[in-house]
């Protein structure tokens, strides 16, 4: 017979032995690939194993009267072999809502092909394959059925596939419904409405996320976990938001003759001109929102507490200038929280 103290430690290491080793990962969001050898040796000394490439988007052509691909990423230089690629293709929603149940299955068949070129053409295979869209109840029945064609496509392959999952997503599962894949993202971001006021961050603010994070345990799918590093400007004329510029941050503006700083991070175009490929009138308004390493760390604990454990947890997103204003030990300590 063993004895109770024996027993106890075959117990332990047993449950030791279990227990699942959370992966480190980043996304990468740009349409050329190509990462610098300091971005590298970051990425080696955190252990990340996993790349979230994008490898193309997918929306509603117009004029064509068609779903088709945009943005499709070129590798400039192949993926270090340490790394894992996960394929993700970026579905716009409202190319759900133009096309029709029987276009589905064509739809799923082009994503495939294509994401299948991509990876082919640059020597990359992949065991995962996600899909990233924010549906509404009106595009559900499509999305979940383009969902369900190619994880039936994939299945032979032993390929499993993931899909982002907002929090809006989660706590109103009962109207969206939850995606029939292997694994869902969790993307802890986005969750406050993107507006003109000074004072609201759209990407993180822990009193919005406190609205979602109690459905999070109950979440009938595996989840992993995206984490925010990232910033953008909201182009505002006249009080009306005219778009998204991304991967800008304060440094983009201060210190511009163009613009000048008003109060709360909002910069004003003192003419019409053109900047980073976008066009400003006279009195536009530029409002940054930034998710500085305080407030990753931030959105990292808060989840921790509803979301215990996660397969993978992800930065979103690999970039020179988030590399530039985080040192590596904030990342690290971002995903101590799941070790």
């Known amino acids: 017979m063993k004895s109770p103290k024996l027993s106890i430690l075959l117990l332990l290491l047993f449950v030791c032995s279990c227990k699942q080793e959370t992966s480190r990962a980043f996304y990468y969001w740009k349409s050329v690939y190509k990462i610098s050898s300091s971005q590298e040796k970051t990425l080696s000394d955190l252990k990340v194993t996993k790349l979230y490439i994008r490898f193309f988007d997918v929306d509603w052509n117009e004029s064509a009267g068609l779903v088709t691909p945009k943005a499709k990423i070129r590798f400039l230089e192949k993926p270090s072999g340490n790394f894992e690629i996960i394929p993700v293709v970026y579905i716009v929603n409202r190319s759900l809502q133009k096309i029709k149940a029987q276009q589905v299955t064509a739809m799923a068949s082009n994503i495939l092909k294509l994401t299948n070129e991509i990876a082919e053409n640059n020597n990359l295979s992949f065991s995962e394959f996600q899909l990233d869209c924010d549906w509404t109840e009106s595009t559900r029945e499509n999305y979940f059925a383009l969902l369900e064609t190619i994880k039936n496509n994939l299945a032979p392959k032993k390929i499993i596939i993931s899909a982002t999952i907002r929090l809006h997503q989660v706590k109103y599962q009962q109207i969206t419904?939850?995606?029939?894949?292997?694994?869902?993202?969790?993307?802890?971001?986005?969750?406050?409405?993107?507006?003109?006021?000074?004072?609201?961050?759209?990407?993180?603010?822990?009193?919005?996320?406190?609205?979602?994070?109690?459905?999070?345990?109950?979440?009938?799918?595996?989840?992993?976990a995206a984490l925010p590093a990232f910033s953008w400007g909201i182009h505002i004329r006249k009080g009306n938001i005219i778009e998204l510029l991304n991967n800008m941050a304060t440094g983009d503006f201060i210190n511009k003759g163009e613009f000048i700083k008003s109060e709360n991070n909002i910069y004003i175009a003192q003419k019409s001109f053109f900047y980073r490929g976008y066009y400003f009138m006279e009195g536009d308004e530029v409002k940054i929102e930034e998710t500085s390493p305080k407030e990753c760390h931030a959105a990292a604990k808060q989840l921790k507490s509803k979301l215990n454990s996660a397969g993978t947890v992800a930065i979103y997103h690999l970039d020179s200038l988030i590399f530039s204003r985080y040192e590596k030990q904030d990342f690290e300590k971002v995903f101590n929280y799941y070790r």
């Open 177 to 224: 419904g939850v995606p029939p894949v292997d694994r869902g993202m969790l993307m802890y971001y986005n969750m406050g409405k993107i507006n003109t006021d000074p004072a609201n961050n759209s990407i993180f603010n822990q009193d919005d996320a406190a609205k979602y994070i109690d459905y999070i345990p109950g979440y009938p799918l595996k989840l992993d």
